[in-house]
């Protein structure tokens, strides 16, 4: 659950990036930065400390991510940074994510398997639940081997569970039922 200053500063974000058209490079931007900071240890460390100055943090963002981000994105960071908001930066995206999608018709999906997918099979598994449900679905695709095999796709708040370990149990108190 996001906080509300979260939920202020995405969809302050989201309104500027609407009237500019700059929706999805910011979207991309943001989760790049999310990924960098996940991805770099020493980089969400310097950022997220508290004795190292706003000044100092703006010079390391501007280093680190100079060719990457819009002058747009990079003076939100700033703005967070002067607010002392960074901490809020991971809500903020999925908030500012969440907006963009309703904004473009589009669903987040995860489809949940014993292995990676080919991105032919992922695809099809988009076109199948996206008639489901009447929108476009962008998939990603994680992998857990508990569930045995078949699927298990989640869409927002729903579980489509089409996996084998689901079907085992069923089976199993089915038998049960029958034997009492």
């Known amino acids: ?14 309104e500027v990036t609407i009237e500019r058209k700059t929706l999805d490079r910011t979207e991309e931007e943001l989760q790049t930065i999310l990924q960098a900071l996940q991805d770099q240890p020493q980089l969400f460390t310097l950022l997220f400390h508290p004795k190292i100055g706003r000044d100092e943090k703006k010079k390391i963002v ?5 060719s990457i981000l819009s002058q747009e994105t990079e003076n939100f960071l700033f703005l967070l940074i002067d607010s002392g908001r960074l901490a809020t930066l991971t809500d903020i995206v ?6 963009a999608n309703e904004a473009r ?7 949940y398997s014993t292995q990676a997918l080919p991105e032919a099979e992922l695809t099809k598994v988009a076109e199948t639940f996206s008639q489901a449900i009447g929108k476009k679905l962008r998939v990603r695709n994680e992998v857990k081997p508990e569930i045995v095999g078949g699927l298990v796709v989640r869409v927002g708040d729903r579980v489509y569970d089409g996996s084998l370990r689901l079907q085992l149990q069923r089976f199993q108190n089915g038998l049960l039922a029958q034997s009492m």
């Not at 659950?1 to 989201?14: E, T």
């Not at 999925?94 to 907006?99: A, D, E, I």
Request: charged share 25%; no cysteine; aromatic share 12%.
């Open 1 to 14: 659950m996001s906080s509300p200053v979260a939920r202020r500063y995405a969809k302050a974000l989201f």
């Open 62 to 66: 501007k280093e680190v991510f100079a």
């Open 94 to 99: 999925h908030v500012y994510t969440k907006l």
């Open 105 to 111: 018709g589009v669903e987040e999906a995860v489809v």
